[in-house]
C-alpha cells in the first residue's frame, strides 16, 4: 500500500473541473483532491467516492494515465466517468453506487447534492 495524501481544496484549485481528483505524485504518493463543500457530507460522499474508484482501478489496472488524459479531454456532459468510452467506467460507475448508499444513510438527498456538485 501507498501513502495517500488527502486534502479538501477550494474547487478552482482543482486541477481541471472536477469535485474530486487523485493521482501518484513524482515520490510514488497517491494525491487526493476533494473539491470545498459548505456540508461536509458532500465531501465525504465524494471522498468515499473517489477512493472507491482509485482502488478498483488499481486493482483492475486501470492507468492513472489513461484516466487523466481521458478526464482532461472530457468535453461532454456531466461526469466523464459516466461516459461508456471512460477507461474507468466501470469501476466509476460501483463507486457512485457506494456514493449513493452512503448519501442515503447519512440523510443526504441525492438530487439536491447532485445538483449542488
Known amino acids: 500500500m501507498r501513502d495517500i495524501t488527502i ?3 477550494p474547487h ?3 486541477r481541471y473541473d472536477t469535485s474530486g481528483d487523485y493521482w501518484i505524485d513524482k515520490r510514488g504518493t497517491i494525491q487526493v483532491r476533494i473539491s470545498r463543500s459548505k456540508n461536509w457530507r458532500s465531501e465525504a460522499l465524494v471522498l468515499i467516492h473517489e477512493l472507491t474508484e482509485m482502488f478498483l482501478c488499481i486493482d483492475r ?3 492513472f494515465k489513461a484516466i487523466d488524459r481521458f478526464d482532461m479531454k ?3 456532459d456531466g461526469e466523464p466517468g459516466d461516459e461508456p468510452k471512460a477507461p ?4 466509476h460507475r460501483f463507486a457512485t453506487r457506494i456514493e449513493r448508499l452512503l448519501a442515503k444513510e447519512l440523510r443526504v438527498n441525492w438530487k439536491a447534492y447532485e445538483a449542488g456538485l
Do not use: M, T
Open 12 to 14: 478552482s484549485k482543482q
Open 88 to 91: 474507468y467506467y466501470r469501476q
Open 74 to 76: 472530457f468535453e461532454g
Open 7 to 9: 486534502k479538501v481544496i
Open 61 to 63: 489496472r486501470v492507468s
